[in-house]
């Protein structure tokens, strides 16, 4: 590598959870550099969670998350003549990049009037372990399972 690593940007906790881990996901779910808009629909999400389950909205929040992360996946190499799909475990970052990006673009294909509204079905779909986002992760670690004989050829 000829270039130094570029430093790593320090990402302040946001206002009412005080947590990095939510402003790293109402980042994700910003667009057009809106991010009061962000934390608005982010904000009413976790209120019609804490709604629904009666529980901690965070807490609920941090296991959907965790139940849409994906440990492996597969990366394609050419090897011959022949693409291979080998299965690669992911680093730390990339997991839970993915996972909010799965959360956030299932919640956002989803049929209900809000984003907010969007964002919480999605979130409570996750946490029990069913749902779109929750569904994309088990065909990833199907697909890894399934090629786990190339696994051999590490990239």
């Given at each position: 590598?000829?270039?130094?690593?570029?430093?790593?940007?320090?990402?302040?906790?946001?206002?009412k959870?005080?947590?990095?881990?939510?402003?790293?996901?109402?980042?994700?779910?910003m667009?057009?550099?809106?991010k009061?808009?962000?934390?608005?629909?982010?904000?009413?999400?976790?209120?019609?969670?804490?709604?629904?389950?009666?529980?901690?909205?965070?807490?609920?929040?941090?296991?959907?998350?965790?139940?849409?992360?994906?440990?492996?996946?597969?990366?394609?190499?050419?090897?011959?003549?022949?693409?291979?799909?080998?299965?690669?475990?992911?680093?730390?970052?990339?997991?839970?990049?993915?996972?909010?990006?799965?959360?956030?673009?299932?919640?956002?294909?989803?049929?209900e009037?809000?984003?907010?509204?969007?964002?919480?079905?999605?979130?409570?779909?996750?946490?029990?372990e069913?749902?779109?986002?929750?569904?994309?992760?088990?065909?990833?670690?199907?697909?890894?399972?399934a090629?786990?004989?190339?696994?051999?050829?590490?990239?």
């Amino acid at each position: 590598m000829r270039k130094a690593k570029p430093k790593k940007r320090i990402i302040l906790p946001d206002p009412k959870y005080n947590d990095v881990l939510v402003t790293k996901f109402v980042n994700n779910l910003m667009l057009e550099g809106k991010k009061n808009l962000a934390y608005s629909i982010f904000y009413e999400a976790m209120e019609i969670v804490g709604k629904r389950t009666n529980e901690d909205s965070l807490e609920v929040w941090k296991k959907a998350l965790a139940n849409v992360t994906p440990a492996v996946e597969v990366r394609s190499r050419r090897i011959g003549g022949a693409t291979f799909q080998i299965p690669t475990e992911i680093r730390p970052n990339r997991k839970m990049s993915i996972g909010m990006k799965n959360l956030i673009n299932f919640s956002r294909r989803r049929h209900e009037k809000s984003m907010g509204q969007k964002l919480a079905g999605e979130i409570l779909a996750a946490y029990k372990e069913e749902g779109a986002a929750f569904k994309r992760k088990e065909d990833i670690h199907r697909m890894a399972e399934a090629n786990k004989a190339f696994s051999h050829f590490r990239i």
